[in-house]
């Protein structure tokens, strides 16, 4: 009998895999999305985690930050996002105030987005403060991914995007966080505008996967924010983001040539009607 082996590209992303990952030295690439058609390209196109990030607040909703974002606007992404997902892992974030008012709610949330979201994994910023909670949601069978740095739902209480852990006691409290995080039963880090010799060393020191952004080549996978990687946020462009396509020049060029011909009555043609 033959057995077949799947190749690492058929293969099921899980919690596990990435595990294995992780041990055999192979890189890990994440991307975010919030809607179908791009949630199936990014899953045909091979990425193996997809997360519904709360970013959607700024890049879908338009807001200036993660904060207005719900969790009936969590749950509406990661519903469609999860139609499209087969085999990537589909992870989700915990929007702000839905994990920070007591464990209870938090495992009530994070059990709703599993359920109702079908999401496969949680997100959940914050270091040792939060473990309690971290380690209540493990203990009820649900994977959770801790985010460290730059957490951008604190952002009020920080006053600034600029990079975490560039002085020393703040670099020794990130450290910390992450050792904290495993040491709770996190299944992943993800690490936030630090500066890489940091996230490297964390990345070195945690057996679990450390995913960056902005934090440098020596992590165990990278995750940016789709619309950013694309080219179709124009507001801002921190360095760390690098662009693959320019859509928002190519998206802004097909919008003026179908207005042209609507109005220069070229569009529809003959054989573009019945
Ligand atoms: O919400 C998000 O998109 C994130 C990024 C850091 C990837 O958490």
Known sequence: MVTERLSSLERKVTTLRLQEMKTAGEKIACLTAYDFLTARLLDRAGIDVVLVGDSA???????????????????????????????????????????????????????????????????????????????????????????????????????????????VAEAKRIFEDAKALEEAGAFAVLIEKVPKALAKRIAETLSVPVIGIGAGAGCDGQILVTPDMLGLTTQFS???????????????????????DVRGTTFPNESECY
Do not use: W
């Not at 200036?64 to 469609?80: A, R, S």
């Not at 309690?132 to 006053?159: N, T």
């Not at 921190?238 to 042209?260: G, I, Q, S, W």
């Open 57 to 167: 607040s700024m890049v879908f909703a338009g807001n200036d930050t993660t904060l207005p974002m719900k969790m009936d606007e969590m749950l509406y992404h990661v519903k469609v996002v999860s139609k499209a997902v087969k085999r990537a892992l589909l992870l989700v974030d915990m929007p702000f105030m839905s994990y920070h008012t007591g464990a209870d709610d938090a495992l009530r949330n994070a059990g709703r987005l599993m359920q109702d979201g079908m999401a496969e994994a949680v997100k959940l910023e914050g270091g040792t403060t939060i473990c309690p909670i971290v380690k209540r949601i493990v203990e009820a069978g649900i994977p959770v991914m801790g985010h460290i740095g730059l957490q951008p739902q604190s952002i009020h209480a920080y006053g600034t995007y600029k990079t975490r852990g560039t002085e």
């Open 238 to 260: 921190p360095r760390f983001v690098r662009k693959y396509a320019r859509l928002a020049e190519a998206m802004t060029e097909a919008f003026k040539r179908y207005c042209d």
